[in-house]
């Protein structure tokens, strides 16, 4: 694992939304509780996830991975899923070097990403 604290994963429910929070350095080796959480989350119907990566202090592929994995999922059965910070500069370098910014509906933190209308239903 890089320099950095182990990673963590917790989740609860805010305003009728899943929140996924993700803390410390995520990598290949951790990645697989984010997934967890967010089949979870899936699989638990809310009308939108949130995944707060305001706490993460590294992130490779592999989160982005299990981002994209899940937000395919997500859209797949109509479900709103945010990503929110506000990022560090690893998570901001890893949208920005990929190009894959533009495949999430980002918000600049967790009450900002509760209030944002889902563009499929305007709620």
């Known amino acids: 694992m890089p320099d950095g604290s182990a990673a963590t994963v917790t ?4 305003q009728d939304a899943f ?3 993700v803390g410390g350095a995520v990598d290949h080796e951790s990645a697989f509780r984010l997934e967890e959480a967010l089949s979870l989350a899936h699989r638990a119907g809310p009308e939108r996830t949130v ?19 899940a937000q395919r999922a ?3 059965c109509g479900t709103f899923m945010v990503v929110c910070g506000p990022f560090g500069d690893i998570v901001r370098r890893l949208f920005d070097v990929t190009g894959t910014e533009g495949f999430f509906v980002l918000a600049d933190s967790v009450g900002a990403a509760l209030e944002l209308p889902d563009p499929a239903t305007g709620r």
């Open 11 to 14: 989740h609860g429910v805010a």
């Open 19 to 21: 929140v996924v929070r």
């Open 74 to 76: 997500h859209r797949a």
């Open 51 to 69: 995944v707060d990566l305001s706490e993460t202090d590294f992130a490779d592929s592999s989160i982005l991975h299990v981002l994209l994995e």
